[in-house]
Nanobody, 124 residues
Framework: QVQLVESGGGLVQTGGSLRLSCSAS????????MGWLRQAPGKNREFVAA????????HYIDSVRDRFTISRDSAKNTVYLQMNSLKPEDTAVYYCVADRSFGSVVSGGPCDYWGQGTQVTVSS
C-alpha cells in the first residue's frame, strides 16, 4: 500500500521559512517522479515543484523558482520542500504527489498518489 505523509506546515510571517517533508512508502522510488502541488482557497490547484527520483532533475513554477528548493533523501524515502522568503500569496494547502510521469507532476496532475495535505499560512 502506497502512503505519502506530509509534515512541516504551519504559520509563519512574511519573509520566513518552512520546510515541508513527505515520507513515502510502498513505491519503487527509482521509477517515480515526486513533487508538490498547492491549492489556495477559491483558487485552482497549481504545480509548485517536482523532482525526478532517479536522476534528481528538478522543475519549479516561476513564482517560487528562486525561493523554494525541492530535494530528496533516498535513504529515508523522503522528499523535502525548503521554502524561504515566504509571501502571503504562498498561503495554501500543500500536497505531496507521486507519479510515474514527471510531466504529470509538472502539469499539476492527475497523479497516481497524493498525500493528505499540509497547511501553510503566511501572515503579512
Amino acid at each position: 500500500q502506497v502512503q505519502l505523509v506530509e509534515s512541516g506546515g504551519g504559520l509563519v510571517q512574511t519573509g520566513g521559512s518552512l520546510r515541508l517533508s513527505c515520507s513515502a512508502s510502498g513505491l519503487t522510488f527509482s521509477t517515480y517522479a515526486m513533487g508538490w502541488l498547492r491549492q489556495a482557497p477559491g483558487k485552482n490547484r497549481e504545480f509548485v515543484a517536482a523532482i525526478n527520483w532517479s536522476e534528481g532533475n528538478t522543475h519549479y513554477i516561476d513564482s517560487v523558482r528562486d525561493r523554494f528548493t525541492i530535494s530528496r533523501d533516498s535513504a529515508k524515502n523522503t522528499v523535502y520542500l525548503q521554502m524561504n522568503s515566504l509571501k502571503p500569496e504562498d498561503t495554501a494547502v500543500y500536497y505531496c504527489v507521486a507519479d510515474r510521469s514527471f510531466g504529470s507532476v509538472v502539469s499539476g496532475g492527475p497523479c497516481d498518489y497524493w498525500g493528505q495535505g499540509t497547511q501553510v499560512t503566511v501572515s503579512s
